[in-house]
């Protein structure tokens, strides 16, 4: 079998299959891995019951909120980031 070039390679679709039981572990800063802990959050946030999903969604919501009193502060005094 001859060895294919690049512009061949190039014209295949990426293909990311998530069976994280059957497939091979990757590394969590490529492409491929986020893409999979995307999904095993995804699968994580749909099983969990109706109280922790608010209680979830109440952090998320201080934490939004603490950004964005920081950023109105530093709007209002001028204060600039680096």
């Not at 998530?18 to 699968?43: M, S």
Request: net charge negative; no cysteine.
């Amino acid at each position: 079998m001859e060895p294919r070039d690049r512009t061949e390679a190039a014209e295949e679709p990426l293909v990311i299959y998530l069976r994280p039981n059957e497939d091979p572990p990757v590394n969590p800063n490529t492409p491929e891995g986020e893409i999979r802990n995307v999904a095993a959050f995804a699968a994580a946030v749909d099983g969990v019951s109706p109280g922790r999903r608010a209680m979830a969604k109440a952090i998320v919501w201080l934490i939004l909120l603490g950004m964005g009193i920081s950023i109105l502060v530093a709007v209002v005094t001028g204060v600039h980031a680096i």
